[in-house]
């Protein structure tokens, strides 16, 4: 089963190193596959370095899909993750 969410970047700095880690670190707790999309292009979730191109900033919105058999809860987790803004500021 495929579980499709969309996310924003609610956190001043956007989407870069620290944030990215915390998906995939969130994500690889998971046998799922992840994938994040932003316009026409998408990325691996499990992958720092794929996620940081995608230079997702505040108010960004993103795409995230997953399947497989945890894939409700690796995109729960995931978007807890953006609602919280990563632990970081929030834009007012």
Excluded at 22 to 33: D, H, Q
């Amino acid at each position: 089963m495929e579980i499709r969410r969309t996310v924003s970047v609610v956190n001043k700095q956007g989407l870069h190193a620290r944030p990215c880690h915390a998906i995939v670190s969130t994500a690889l707790n998971f046998k799922s596959e992840l994938r994040v999309a932003l316009g026409g292009r998408e990325v691996n979730g499990k992958s720092i370095l794929e996620l940081m191109t995608l230079s997702a900033g505040l108010g960004t919105e993103l795409e995230i899909r997953a399947w497989g058999g945890d894939a409700e809860g690796l995109v729960s987790a995931v978007e807890g993750l953006f609602s919280a803004g990563f632990g970081e500021e929030l834009a007012s």
